[in-house]
C-alpha cells in the first residue's frame, strides 16, 4: 500500500516498488577480493526509466571494504528528480518458514546527471555467518518508494555566479539568515528555508517523512553532500520566493525587495 503523506494542500504519493532477487552461493561470490570488484547485477523499471541493482559482496570503495554494499544506478532520459525511500530485506529460511533476518531503511536523492548511489548494507561477515539460506543463497527483497517529479531544463542552467552566491549564503549565520530547517548530511551541517525548498518535490517528501518523527535535524545519511547541495541551490535558483538580484527570501511570491526601492529613485 502506498503511504500517503501530505504537505500543506500538497498530496504526495510515491510509486511503491517490490523487488526480489537471490544471489546464489553467495560465498563464493565473497572469495573475490574487494578491489576486484565483483559484482552481482540485477535490472529493475522505474517509471520508464532502466535502472541497475548491483552487489558488491565485498564493498565497493575503501570505505566500504568488507561490507555487502547496494550500488544503484538509473538510465535516465528525462529531466527528472528522484527522492527514493529503499527498505532493504534480507531473508533467510528457518525450519522452513521465511524470515526476515536484516531491516535496513535508506533515503536516496538521484538528481539529473548524477544518477547512481551506494550504499553500506551489512558487514560481509555477518551475511556469511546468518543471512544466508540453507544452500549457501542469498535472498534479498527491496521495497522502493520512489517520488518521481520532472524538471523544466530550461530553468536549471543559471550563471554559475549566481549558484557561487547562494552556496555562499547558504554557509551564512543561521540567525541571520532565519534559516529553518537544518539537515545532517555524512557528518556536515546544511541549513535552508522551509518555503524554499518546498520548490523540490523531493524536499517536499523529504520534509513531509520527517514531520512525523518531530525531529529538528533531518538526517539523511546515505545522501551524498555534493548531490544535495546541488539540489538545494537549485530551489534557491528556481523559487520565485528568492529574489536573484538582492540574495533575500521574500515573504511571499508577491512581495517586493530591491527592485521597488530603485523603481522609487
Ligand atoms: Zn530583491
New binding site residues.
Partial sequence: MAKITSHGNTVISPLVQTLNYTVENFPHQCRFPHNEHFFVQGGFQLNGMEGCIRFYPRGYSTDDENWLTLYMGLESKIDVEIYINLEVNIITLIENHEVIVLFQQFQLLFTPGFMWNAVKVVPTKAVLKRMLLPDGGFKVRFVLRTHTHNIDRRLSTPIESTRNKIKELLLQDPAQQRFDVAFVIDGRLFFAHKRILVYSFAFRAIMSDWSDYGEPIIQLPYVRPQVFEDLVIDCYVKSNRF??????V?KSKDS????IISWRR
Fill in positions: 529574489c536573484k538580484k538582492c540574495f533575500s521574500r517586493i525587495c530591491c527592485e
